[in-house]
């Protein structure tokens, strides 16, 4: 695993050493696992993994925003934003309880 950070080799390496499968079909089946996660969100449908957590798309709508530097009000345009809401058990894993 790499220093810090968990990438898709990494998974896709899980994934070899606890099943057994090749190292190209681990990272097939992990690129398809995320294509049809991303494909979901695109098409505008949360995505729940249960004991992990919630990808909430929310839409906002357009509001004034304002510069800091200069005070001038500006429009601030309507836009689609992802979330991510961690389900309870990974909080507790998380914070170690």
Same mark, same amino acid.
């Given at each position: 695993?790499?220093?810090?950070?968990?990438?898709?080799? @990494? /998974?896709? %390496?899980?994934?070899?050493?606890? /099943?057994?499968? %090749?190292?190209?079909?681990?990272?097939?089946?992990?690129?398809?696992?995320?294509?049809?996660?991303?494909?979901?969100?695109?098409?505008?449908?949360?995505? &729940? /993994? %249960?004991?992990?957590? !919630?990808?909430?798309?929310? @839409? &906002?709508?357009?509001?004034?925003?304002?510069? =800091? &530097? !200069?005070?001038?009000?500006? =429009?601030?345009? =309507?836009?689609?934003?992802?979330?991510?809401?961690?389900?309870?058990?990974?909080?507790?894993?998380?914070?170690? &309880?």
């Amino acid at each position: 695993m790499s220093a810090g950070t968990l990438t898709r080799a @990494d /998974i896709a %390496s899980r994934i070899n050493q606890q /099943i057994g499968l %090749s190292r190209n079909e681990s990272a097939a089946i992990v690129e398809s696992i995320l294509d049809h996660m991303s494909d979901a969100l695109a098409a505008g449908q949360n995505v &729940k /993994i %249960s004991g992990f957590g !919630t990808f909430v798309l929310r @839409d &906002k709508a357009q509001r004034i925003g304002r510069n =800091p &530097k !200069t005070g001038v009000e500006v =429009p601030i345009l =309507p836009r689609r934003v992802m979330t991510f809401r961690a389900s309870q058990s990974m909080r507790a894993r998380v914070a170690g &309880k």
